[in-house]
């Protein structure tokens, strides 16, 4: 199996932008499709971004389109969020997560992930 380690969250002022990363050990990610998702105090946890095995194609939710972009770098076996012009309400914990059964849809639900990071907390103030 994959493991999954996110970095780079921290407090950050609304309008502000930070880059998430999500390094991977084990296996390679070049052939898994990749997942950002977010999970609020007393929330659920919710889609943010998703890559899939080629990087050719990308998928976001309406709450982060234009704002958010996920992005592949396969030699350095890591996957990344960049999140641009942050609202309070992207305060969360950030996950990243591999799928490895379907890797060439474009959109797939939260169970169609098998390997999950631990998190990263990301807190941007008004």
């Known amino acids: 199996q994959v493991q999954l380690v996110e970095s780079g969250g921290g407090l950050v002022q609304a309008g502000g932008s930070l880059r998430l990363s999500c390094a991977a050990s084990?296996?390679?990610?070049?052939?898994?499709?990749m997942g950002w998702f977010r999970q609020a105090p007393g929330k659920e946890r919710d889609f943010v971004a998703r890559i899939i095995r080629s990087g050719g194609s990308t998928y976001y939710p309406d709450s982060v389109k234009g704002r958010f972009t996920i992005s592949r770098a396969n030699a350095q076996n890591t996957v990344y969020l960049q999140m641009n012009s942050l609202k309070p309400e992207d305060t969360a914990v950030y996950y990243c997560?591999?799928?490895?059964?379907?890797?060439?849809?474009?959109?797939?639900?939260?169970?169609?992930?098998?390997?999950w990071g631990q998190g990263t907390q990301v807190t941007v103030s008004a």
């Open positions: 084990g296996r390679t990610l070049s052939s898994y499709a």
């Open positions: 997560a591999a799928d490895r059964r379907f890797p060439d849809a474009v959109r797939r639900e939260s169970n169609d992930y098998d390997y």
